[in-house]
């Protein structure tokens, strides 16, 4: 019952610098998102996906891409870090686009140095 | 006014007691109403849907006011199981795919105590 994984849980990164968050889910689900946590600030929607080749832009997009090349796959990419972008990043997912459960993954930890 | 507000807590509880929590929301046009659960240093997980006639969960009990633009909580009896933050959460009513998006309150976070 692997559900949402993301891959890497922890990771530090020099300003500047580039990565990718991986985010998979065997659940078949349609929508898949992105979120961020910060201290006081609740999780606040980075980017999400209502079906593979289709993403669009959510409360907090600038720093970051995303593509959604096949249902499973959500994957974001930091394209030059900055330390405003250390937090908690949660991906998530749904069955559809208005229903259902969102499901989370277990959250990746980043800093940036 | 923010888009889901709540009380920010803590709420320190002995157990057994009984604790309610309040949310509101703007945007009138919302459909889905949720409260999510979120333990330290974890990923949240759905606690229960909210219905518009109020629904219950065992000790939990959510409420629904449209009218108030207002969402409760309550838990009875409480745990020291039931410490973790507790999310308000209300579904985004704009154009095309966004109307399914979810936003999040802050959260309330509930500490009970032996």
């Known amino acids: 019952n692997a559900g949402v994984t993301q891959t890497p849980k922890f990771q530090v990164l020099k300003t500047g610098q580039s990565m990718t968050l991986q985010c998979a889910q065997d659940?078949?689900?349609?929508?898949m998102s992105w979120y961020r946590q910060d201290p006081g600030m609740g999780l606040r929607l980075i980017h999400y996906?209502?079906?593979?080749?289709?993403?669009d832009q959510g409360e907090v997009p600038n720093g970051y891409n995303v593509s959604r090349s096949t249902t499973e796959d959500f994957p974001l990419r930091l394209l030059l870090a900055a330390p405003s972008q250390t937090s908690v990043y949660f991906c998530?997912?749904?069955?559809?686009?208005?229903?259902?459960?969102?499901?989370f993954g277990e959250g990746s930890r980043l800093t940036v140095l | 006014r923010k888009e889901v507000e709540q009380d920010p807590g803590p709420f320190n509880v002995p157990e057994g007691a009984t604790v309610a929590f309040n949310c509101t929301y703007s945007?009138?046009?919302?459909?889905?109403f949720f409260w999510y659960r979120q333990d330290c240093r974890k990923e949240p997980k759905l606690l229960m849907s909210?219905?518009?006639s109020g629904n219950e969960d065992g000790r939990f009990t959510a409420q629904l006011n449209r009218a108030s633009q207002y969402i409760s909580l309550l838990i009875r009896d409480s745990k020291l199981s039931d410490s973790a933050t507790y999310l308000c959460?209300?579904?985004?009513?704009?154009?095309?795919?966004?109307?399914?998006?979810?936003?999040f309150g802050k959260g309330t976070k509930l500490s009970v105590k032996p």
């Open positions: 998530a997912s749904r069955p559809g686009t208005n229903t259902g459960e969102l499901f």
């Open positions: 996906s209502v079906g593979a080749g289709i993403t």
């Open positions: 959460v209300v579904n985004k009513r704009g154009y095309g795919g966004s109307q399914g998006n979810l936003i």
């Open positions: 909210v219905y518009s």
């Open positions: 945007n009138s046009a919302s459909q889905s």
């Open positions: 659940m078949n689900h349609e929508y």
